[in-house]
């Protein structure tokens, strides 16, 4: 991808050389932005072309599912890896998918994660739960 020169210039305009803000974004959608710090133009086109990415990711979603971002996410949030220790050995599994969260993964063609993910061994040390988001 070619970086025309009148786009670098109007990137890193704002209020420092190099600072890229997305104002534009924000109000056009749900991504939270803040502003990235770039000073070579293969740096801002990787940067530009990741943003265009999640945006189009983000809209595929909202177009499969039919509904907002924020809420996909906030469904999909329910879904974690649990750590824990039995029998000497070393956990780490999905926890139950629960509610509409196996639907909305089938309305957006992913594959519901697995419910193991590792058996490891153990510390030793008593039984702990630890929840991690996926």
């Known amino acids: 991808m070619q970086i025309d020169s009148r786009i670098s210039r109007a990137v890193s305009k704002p209020s420092m050389p190099g600072m890229c803000t997305s104002s534009r974004i924000k109000a056009k959608s749900g991504l939270r932005t803040r502003p990235a710090f770039h000073w070579r133009a293969?740096?801002?086109?990787?940067h530009v072309s990741l943003c265009v990415l999640a945006l189009l990711l983000e809209r595929v979603a909202?177009?499969?599912?039919?509904?907002?971002?924020?809420n996909i996410?906030?469904?999909?949030?329910?879904?974690?890896?649990?750590?824990?220790e039995r029998a000497g050995a070393r956990i780490w599994q999905t926890t139950e998918l629960?509610?509409?969260v196996p639907a909305l993964l089938r309305r957006l063609k992913v594959e519901p994660p697995p419910k193991l993910h590792e058996v490891?061994?153990?510390?030793?040390?008593?039984?702990?739960?630890d929840t991690r988001p996926m």
């Open 120 to 129: 490891g061994p153990g510390s030793g040390q008593i039984e702990r739960l």
């Open 62 to 70: 909202e177009i499969r599912v039919g509904d907002t971002w924020r």
């Open 73 to 84: 996410v906030a469904r999909i949030d329910s879904v974690k890896v649990v750590e824990y």
């Open 98 to 100: 629960r509610g509409e």
């Open 42 to 46: 293969h740096r801002i086109c990787a």
